[in-house]
């Protein structure tokens, strides 16, 4: 399943699904598998290799094909959910492995590392991940197998420079794994930066209309550590339903056309907000002001994600109140769909979050830029 062989670009990829065509039927969309177990040959072998769908449903194949492709990986694997695919890497490591995570990153799987990972026995340090020099001083070499990254990381939008700290990891034994879903397959991948496993929440950009929960892991190669991981999917069976995995196919086809647009209208909204006289910060990688610019502009192309962040000066009432007068900016959470979104994130991360109780966080969806703008500007003055 390598994906280094379609000759194409990734939006083409995308359109055609990798042009795969079905050989049974012809169909030029591919079916979906329903069955849940496999019949054995008379001589007790499993001709396909193919023995019950836990383990491997082929409704994921096409997903899986298209995403090592734009990943350039070796090998992709669905699962149920994001948060089920990033578990999965985890659980991979052993009792007293030694994990650096970053200070900002998406609140559940923070919140599943210290409810969970610590009790089983992964000892899991938080850290500054924007500073190399910080991560080289807190790598434990041979004793730290991990270092996981979320660049752009929610709900700041921390850049981490995915090519450097990979070259420490790597000298101190440990592997990388990047939860990558806000930057996507399409701006920036991870496993080209010298990266082992890149995660996404297919949730998000990938199927791109609040519809699906599903998530996903690429790797860079197979080895004893993607094995296990391999197994936690199938013993474990965090999977997706055949008919998610279609319908994630489906929203997938269009991704480079709405992550394009999303990119673009949080650029645009970011540039107009940071001249506003009520927002005391922008946060978002594509402002020449921010201070992960630099590195986002090295290992992010054609566009700095559809994700950003405001600070009122104001505060938290102010920031509660312009949420709850946008009428197109929806009040919820999630990202990465064709609505765009609007929460004031401290309220559902609760106590230990690094977010400020100023900031709303905002999903661009692919609506016209220029309404958007508008309406999130009237919601602003109805408090000033
Ligand atoms: N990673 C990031 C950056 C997210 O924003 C989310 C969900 O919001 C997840 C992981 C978890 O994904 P899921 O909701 O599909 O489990």
Redesign the pocket.
Known sequence: MSGKTYPYSAATALAQSLGKIDQETQAVVPPIHVATTYLRGTDNSYPNGRVYSRADNPTYQPVEALLCQLEQGHEALLF???????TAVFQGLRPGDHVLAPKV??W??RNWLLNFATDWGLQIEFIDMTDVDTLARHLQPQRTKLVWL?TP??PLWCVSDIAAIAEHAHAAGAKVAV?S??ATPLLSQPLVLGADIV??????YLNGHSDV???ALITARDDAYWQRIRLVRSQGGAVPSPHDAAQLLRGMRTMHLRVRESCSTAQFIAEQLEQHEAVAEVLYPGLPSFAGHAIARQQMHGGFGGMLSVRLRDGAAAAIHVAAHTRLWKRA????GVESLIEHRASIEGTGTPCPDDLLRMSCGIEDKHELLEDFLQALKTFI
């Open positions: 149920g959910s994001g948060m089920a695919a990033a990153m998406y559940s799987l979320e990381g929610n939860d879903t806000c995660m996404h929440s297919a949730t998000k929960i599903a998530g959470t999630s990202l990465g």
